[in-house]
């Protein structure tokens, strides 16, 4: 776990150890999961501060799939809505968690199945709405997904730690991880999951600070991601904005898949914390939320950081 300040990391606590037996240290990786999604949701909003995209325009006036899709409302879904999950587009779960194939392969298949509902109208979160979002930044860049993201945000908040990993990939330093067999789901969620970090590290990327005091993004840009769409979300918990979860007054996102739970909160304070962990006894990144709920209030409560 770690609390960042402004983007200035002021505590972090290890425990365990690694895949190798040996204990970890804070530059560890863990599976971020769906926190990915908020790595992915901030360089759409840097291209949109270049003014490269507009949110507002639909997916296909950059980006159009190898196949014309099935469905003829999907050349109106906008980027907007691919960020706050009110698309329409598949879930595809079987997909992500059944087969075999690639996040850009997924990216196709959701393009041309059937919407679940009309564009705009209703939240359904879907992985699959970050694989696509993947495929717009490979197309408005030119660049491969991975390389984009470093460029965008990893480099410019000095980031070391972050790895775009493989299912069944284990490295010297990382956290062990339980894998079931035959999985191959981190490679076919990538943008939407597939990304592992250091808590150190993410604490400061979910500030936004960097380590030259700026912000990574405009305070436009920072106000519409955290911005709830107005879509009930069928949880009483949290709200959704741009690939941002708001939990009341704080907004982040969580992670969960296999043992990995995990958790982000940025509060209006100036302050953030992250808590990732390898483990089955929290039921979800959410619940780990509710186990720390007591300190994260007390940390909210402390004066605005300077």
Do not use: C
Not at 215 to 236: M, W
């Amino acid at each position: 776990m770690a609390i960042a300040k402004n983007g200035q990391l002021v505590g972090s606590y290890v425990h365990g150890k690694d895949v190798n037996g040996t204990t970890l240290t804070e530059t560890s990786r863990f599976r971020l999961a769906s926190i990915s999604k908020l790595i992915t949701a901030i360089a759409v909003m840097r291209l949109a501060d270049d003014g490269v995209i507009d949110i507002d325009l639909p997916l296909v006036h950059y980006w159009t799939p190898a196949e014309q899709p099935a469905d003829a409302q999907f050349a109106t879904v906008t980027i907007r809505e691919l960020l706050n999950h009110s698309s329409g587009v598949q879930k595809l779960r079987d997909t992500f968690f059944g087969t075999d194939i690639d996040w850009r392969s997924t990216a196709e298949r959701a393009a041309g199945a059937a919407l679940m509902t009309p564009p705009g109208t209703v939240f359904a979160y879907s992985n699959a709405n970050f694989t696509l979002l993947g495929r717009l930044i490979e197309k408005v860049t030119g660049e491969d997904y991975q390389a984009a993201i470093h460029r965008l945000v990893l480099q410019p908040m000095g980031i070391t730690t972050a790895k775009f990993m493989k299912t069944t990939e284990m490295d010297p330093g990382d956290a062990i991880y339980q894998v079931g067999q035959d999985r191959w789901y981190m490679e076919a969620l990538g943008p939407a999951g597939g990304w592992a970090m250091s808590a150190d590290d993410l604490a400061r990327l979910a500030s936004l600070r960097t380590p030259a005091g700026t912000d990574l993004l405009s305070a436009e840009s920072a106000k519409r991601r955290r911005t709830p769409s107005g879509l009930d979300t069928r949880t009483p918990d949290w709200r959704y904005g741009l690939g941002l979860m708001i939990f009341n007054a704080a907004w982040g996102h969580t992670g969960t898949i296999e043992s990995a739970r995990n958790f982000v909160l940025t509060m209006p304070n100036g302050y953030t914390v992250t808590v990732l962990a390898s483990t089955v006894a929290a039921s979800s990144g959410e619940q780990l939320i509710r186990t720390f709920l007591t300190q994260v209030a007390e940390l909210a409560q402390l004066p605005r950081a300077s």
